[in-house]
């Protein structure tokens, strides 16, 4: 009986090798069945105990925030952040003509736009005081914000672009024309009388525009309103606090001298 158990041994097996093998035979035969052919039930448990998925990890809540100056720090991020996307969501249905004319003529459209560039200002303000950002292009890089809408109409123009493109009709006219007369009259005044500071320019330039463009007509090659559209782009990137100099103060007043006598010219053909 030994012989039949040699497990294909070349050489017959000792007789220690005999007795061990016996005493093998033996213990096996004294094993329950369901240890030596376990039954398809045993490989299914055996399985899902060996595939289980691990155990659910507790998740434990991570603030932002350690104290208040870094909870307004988020939150004024966030604000910023909104801002961009609102923006350039509004300047995408802008130029999609997803806007209505009725809309536009309205104000909605400029309203709106105003709304958020005062927005952004105020905000951009605050972050870059707090310490929270260098500058707005490295807050645009390092959240890898897609906008370019928003871009140029939040940080480099500063104005809708209603204020910048003509987009209503001849009924207000003669208004519009009498105002914008008005406009560059105090503008050029202002700059008489010595006043520098950003933020008493850059508002009556803005007034000026609007009502330039609001000027039926008027040939989309107006000199003036290229000059003037750079002079905005010039003082939207500056702060409020900032100051023209001699240079820029004459500069201007002298493109403002022009665009008035171009504007005058094209009102007397």
């Given amino acids: ?43 299914t448990a055996l ?5 289980a998925p691990p155990p659910p990890q507790q998740v434990r809540e991570i603030k932002l925030w350690a104290d208040t100056k870094d909870r307004r720090k988020y939150e004024d991020l966030s604000d ?18 997803a806007i209505t ?3 536009v003529e309205s104000f909605r459209y400029t309203e709106a736009c105003t709304k958020l560039i005062s927005q952004y200002k105020t905000a951009e303000t605050a972050l870059r005081l707090g310490g929270f950002i260098d500058s707005v292009e490295n807050f645009i890089a ?3 914000l897609d906008c370019p809408r928003a871009l140029e109409r939040l940080v480099r123009i500063g104005v809708p672009a209603t204020v910048v493109h003509n987009t209503t009709n001849r009924k207000t006219d003669s208004v519009n024309v009498a105002q914008t007369v008005q406009n560059f009259i ?12 950003v933020d008493e320019i850059q508002p009556l330039l803005s007034e000026m525009m609007s009502s330039l463009t609001m000027v039926s007509g008027l040939p989309p090659d107006f000199a003036g309103r290229d000059k003037i559209e750079g002079w905005l782009r010039t003082m939207n990137a500056m702060r ?13 007043s002298f493109d403002l001298e022009r665009a008035y006598s171009s504007f005058m010219a094209f009102l007397n053909k």
């Fill in 1 to 43: 009986m030994a012989s039949s158990y040699s497990f294909g041994l070349a050489q017959p097996p000792s007789s220690s090798s005999v007795r061990s093998s016996d005493a093998c035979i033996i213990s096996l035969k004294k094993m329950p069945s369901s240890y030596l052919f376990p039954s398809r039930n045993s490989f």
């Fill in 186 to 197: 105090t503008l050029m005044d202002v700059l008489k009388l010595n006043i520098r500071a």
């Fill in 47 to 51: 399985q899902a105990t060996y595939m």
């Fill in 240 to 252: 409020a606090s900032d100051e023209l100099d001699e240079e820029q103060a004459r500069q201007l």
């Fill in 80 to 97: 910023l952040f909104a801002i961009f996307k609102t923006t350039e969501h509004l300047e995408a249905a802008y130029v999609r003509d």
């Fill in 101 to 103: 004319p009725e809309e």
């Fill in 142 to 144: 390092e959240y890898r």
